[in-house]
């Protein structure tokens, strides 16, 4: 069973759209990281939600963490077409020990088409 | 470039040859660790180091493969006697101390290995 489910898995819009895209998880989470991954590179930390109920905006980028520290969102705003990638949401369980240790969904891949 | 570095960010390797995978941390980072993204598969914790300290390593397989961070010098991920299922992208995070909470990772570009 994944722990962490992401979707939608692939999301093919045009420029200027918004979107949504979604992570849920069956556990309760200390904290939530959202990444983005391009094509061959590694990923690069967009934000850390740790609040329950938190939204964080990043210019045209909106990360909102539910309440019940079990699911969060990422909302972009007219899309650009240097917002393709892969879009990861990792997640730290929300027990001692290993907190260093970050679990993965597998990802959106948001496509952007001019 | 301050960033992780990864080096060859392409390795291609016969079956039954050895794979070694560095990558030199955020410089003033001493925490390190090695991620697994297989295709169709998201990112896999694969083991973490301090200098000279294997912290965890239980994400990675316990045959055939090895990490070391020594004092000097790079973080190395070792396979030995690669096998086709070990193709992957191979990827190496840093931070400052032991991530958690706020703190996220510093990922490199990734080593992208190709077992023929």
């Known amino acids: 069973t994944q722990l962490l489910e992401q979707s939608p898995q692939f999301l093919s819009i045009q420029e200027g759209e918004n979107l949504t895209v979604y992570c849920n998880s069956s556990?309760?989470?200390?904290?939530l990281q959202w990444y983005r991954q391009e094509p061959g590179e590694g990923p690069v930390l967009l934000v850390t939600?740790?609040?329950?109920?938190e939204v964080k905006k990043l210019k045209r980028l909106t990360f909102q963490f539910g309440d019940a520290r079990k699911d969060s969102s990422l909302h972009i705003t007219a899309a650009q077409t240097g917002d393709t990638g892969l879009y990861l949401c990792a997640l730290r369980l929300n027990s001692g020990g290993s907190n260093y240790k970050l679990t993965f969904g597998k990802g959106t891949l948001l496509t952007v088409n001019p | 470039n301050a960033g992780v570095m990864q080096n060859p960010r392409h390795l291609v390797r016969r079956r039954g040859q050895e794979a070694r995978l560095r990558c030199s941390p955020v410089k003033g980072h001493s925490h390190v660790y090695w991620y697994r993204q297989l295709p169709e598969e998201g990112l896999k914790f694969m083991v973490y180091?301090?200098?000279?300290?294997?912290?965890?390593e239980s994400g990675m397989p316990k045959e055939r493969f090895s990490a070391e961070f020594p004092k000097e010098g790079p973080s190395i991920l070792r396979i030995q006697q690669v096998v086709r299922g070990d193709s992957a992208a191979y990827f190496c995070a840093s931070s400052p101390l032991e991530v958690g909470g706020l703190f996220g990772y510093t990922f490199g570009s990734g080593t992208r290995l190709t077992v023929v």
């Open positions: 180091l301090q200098k000279e300290n294997i912290i965890d």
């Open positions: 939600v740790v609040t329950g109920g």
């Open positions: 556990s309760v989470f200390s904290s």
